[in-house]
């Protein structure tokens, strides 16, 4: 997967798990808590649906580089490259 | 007797949100019950195929966002959108009100199998590694959760619980809100029952395996009551929960009251898991009429409980026959032959369907008997047509459920 189809998939499931939000004027480079409504449980369906559609666990202690989408492919794209 | 009670301590109902298989507000549900409109349909069920069910039509989105929808259960929506319908029918508005003061009471059969039987449905998708169980799993089983949900959404800080008693939960939710109200512990009272059942296969086919889960052709009449045809139950989703309130409370505030909870019993048959006693039915009977201050000739309506088993019907109607004897005038009848059984919903939705017979004097029949079981034999049961009455001024109404648990509630028409 490309860094551009990463982000993609990112904010499909983002958007899956917070419908009621409005996400085009999402700035990649702001913590996503800080620009829409998503709580620590909401946080955690999106390390689900990774685990779930792509096999892929983010331990705990990677969550922090989770925070914003920019942050979010840089983390991902070693792990989803090959996908 | 009723009548020398401070107000402080009479229970009134003054608000009413429902949604059953047939309406989503009383006025729709009691429009179906007096034009004979089912709403018992083909549904489909994980594992089980194409079963019979009840099933509820309401718009969630009315009083819920998408992700509360998404993160929460059936049954909590079932009791959010009751819970908002109730309190706009009773002209109260949420936000004028102290929220502490306010406690949510809600009667269920059972509560979490329906997410039990997805997460291990889901994690058979991924060989059951148990790490793909999802995090929301824990929030939706807990017991309280369709109270508790009731809660999160209104932003009530009073208590919230839910009551398990099995297909009594209605009447118990009901109870305890006059209960709580009557005590003090609160002044407004969301109490009611809910149910989700329809949507865990394992309902059905436990049922199935007792010999006791409905089938028919035509699926609308497949809940049969007191017909020598019946053969079983038909699982149903639904809610009832009532805005009840204290009498002195309800006047000062010019309240529309539909009825007052004047007598209650819940009482245990201490004899089999599943088979119903109509010995410890009657006294269930007696205690409620015992507390009602009243005797049986003055009650117009029994709603039944009957759910169109065998066994569970005559029984009944051997405990109605112990009280009232066998030439009484009051008038029987069955709302879970439109319906089906609502579980924990079914003790509240039934009563509410019967609460306009306070104003418009029918009393809804009883629909599908074809061929009238003699065991079930009264002589003012109302059959498939509405009965047009001189007078309604109380309803019985009874609930029973598994493990001998049995409850009855006495509403007064309030003058």
């Known amino acids: ?83 | 007797m009723i009548a020398s009670k401070p107000n402080k301590a009479r229970i009134v109902i003054t608000g009413i949100g429902l949604t059953a298989p047939n309406g989503n507000n009383l006025t729709e549900f009691r429009e179906s019950l007096l034009t004979g409109k089912s709403g018992v349909q083909k549904f489909n069920v994980r594992y089980m195929g194409e079963v019979l069910a009840g099933v509820c039509n309401f718009d969630p989105l009315r009083y819920q966002k998408k992700k509360e929808l998404r993160r929460g259960t059936r049954a909590g929506s079932v009791a959010i959108y009751c819970a908002h319908e109730a309190i706009n029918d009773a002209k109260l508005d949420l936000a004028c009100l102290d929220k502490s003061r306010i406690g949510v009471y809600i009667g269920i059969t059972e509560h979490g199998n329906v997410d039990t039987e997805k997460q291990i449905y889901e994690i058979k998708q991924f060989d059951y590694d148990t790490t793909f169980v999802s995090h929301h799993y824990n929030p939706r089983i807990v017991a309280n959760n369709p109270a508790g949900e009731v809660t999160l959404n209104t932003g009530i800080t009073g208590p919230h619980y839910t009551l398990g008693a099995a297909c009594a939960g209605g009447n118990i939710g009901l109870i305890q809100g006059f209960q709580m109200l009557l005590l003090g512990e609160v002044d407004l009272a969301l109490a009611g029952g809910v149910s989700e059942t329809i949507h865990a296969f394992g309902a059905y086919a436990s049922f199935r395996s007792e010999g006791a889960l409905a089938s028919h052709v035509e699926p609308e009449k497949a809940c049969r009551p007191f017909d020598k045809d019946r053969n079983g139950v038909v699982v149903s989703e639904g809610g009832c929960i009532y805005l009840v309130e204290r009498l002195g409370d309800a006047l000062k505030r010019g309240a529309s009251i539909y009825g007052e909870i004047v007598g209650y019993a819940i009482n245990s048959d201490a004899f089999d898991f599943v088979l119903p006693n109509s010995q410890r039915q009657a006294e269930c009977i007696k205690i409620a009429l015992g507390k009602a201050g009243i005797s049986p000739a003055d009650i117009d309506i029994i709603n039944t409980h009957a759910t169109g088993t065998r066994e569970g019907d005559a029984a009944e109607c051997q405990a109605i026959s112990k009280v009232f004897g066998n030439h009484t005038n009051v008038y029987i009848n069955n709302t879970k032959s439109y319906i089906g059984h609502t579980m924990g919903a079914a003790a509240a939705l039934e009563l509410a369907g019967n609460l306009p017979s306070f104003e418009d004097h029918i009393v809804h029949p009883t629909i599908n008997v074809d061929q009238l079981d003699p065991e079930c034999s009264f002589k003012n049961l109302v059959i498939n047509e509405p009965r047009k009455v001189d007078k309604v001024n109380y309803i019985l109404n009874n609930s029973f459920g598994m493990l001998g648990i049995n409850s009855v509630v006495i509403i007064k028409r309030f003058e």
């Open chain 1, 1 to 83: 997967m490309t860094k551009q189809e990463i982000k993609s998939v990112l904010m499909e499931i983002v958007a899956e798990i917070i419908p009621d939000e409005d996400l085009t004027n999402l700035k990649d480079d702001i913590p996503i808590r800080e620009q829409v409504e998503l709580d620590s449980m909401d946080f955690l369906d999106i390390i689900m649906e990774l685990r779930k559609r792509y096999g892929i666990e983010v331990p705990e202690d990677d969550y922090t580089q989770l925070a914003t989408i920019e942050s979010s492919v840089a983390y991902l794209e070693p792990r989803m490259r090959d996908l």
